[in-house]
């Protein structure tokens, strides 16, 4: 049916934390999408069941080549077994196309955790994780990195990333006309660690160091 199945990595855990990764790409393969609110727009929360097994995510409606990344984005981070990009699955939802992506079940984005000033801990510092995400950045070189596309369990408190352009690893960054790189993502609020709006992530230290280790 042309769909592009999930690729689970045996032994982890990520969203929603409390099902096995294998479970919960099974679940977004084949299981019934029911959708509900617009999240962003382009983005709606989700409900994926199969055989009584209930997974939340959210449902993105988006072109082949959008959806291709992101579930290259998955597919990578499950063979380096970092364990920091969801679930993802390419679906077709009520003559929708784009990608189904699981969520834990309590969960916000960084613009959402600045905008209300929510505070949590889990089981490893944030800045710890964030070092996973600036690793996983410059891997497929992606510079758009948003307040809305990094995001929190807010039980476990443990970051998730989403929206990837996979420059590194798929191609060359897409020119513009003027010849500079195309930034993907929108403006959001500064990310810690060094991740700016407009420019999308500026790695002031780590970035420059993880990209000349790529080249040699």
């Not at 699981?102 to 944030?126: E, I, M, N």
């Not at 990195?145 to 060359?172: C, F, I, K, M, N």
């Not at 810690?192 to 790529?214: C, F, I, S, T």
């Amino acid at each position: 049916d042309g769909k592009l199945a999930a690729v689970p990595a045996a032994g982890l855990s990520v969203a929603p934390f409390a099902l096995a990764d294998a479970t919960v790409a099974d679940v977004l393969t084949d299981g019934t999408v029911t959708l509900a609110g617009e999240r962003v727009p382009g983005t709606r929360e989700a409900v994926v069941e199969k055989n009584g097994v209930k997974v939340p995510a959210v449902f993105v409606t988006a072109g082949k080549d959008d959806t291709n990344r992101e579930v290259a984005a998955y597919r990578l981070d499950r063979v380096l077994q970092l364990g920091i990009v969801p679930a993802t699955v390419a679906r077709e939802v009520d003559g929708q196309r784009g990608y189904v992506q699981a969520r834990p079940a309590k969960w916000a984005s960084h613009a959402d955790v600045q905008r209300q000033s929510l505070r949590g801990g889990g089981w490893c510092p944030v800045d710890a994780q964030l070092e996973l995400v600036y690793t996983f950045d410059s891997l497929v070189d992606n510079e758009g990195r948003t307040a809305q596309s990094l995001l929190y369990d807010l039980e476990e408190w443990r970051v998730l990333v989403t929206g990837h352009p996979l420059h590194g690893v798929l191609g060359a960054p897409v020119k513009d006309p003027l010849g500079h790189p195309r930034r993907r993502g929108q403006p959001g609020q500064p990310l810690p660690g060094g991740v700016d709006e407009g420019g999308g992530q500026r790695l002031r230290a780590g970035r420059p160091r993880l990209r000349a280790a790529r080249q040699k």
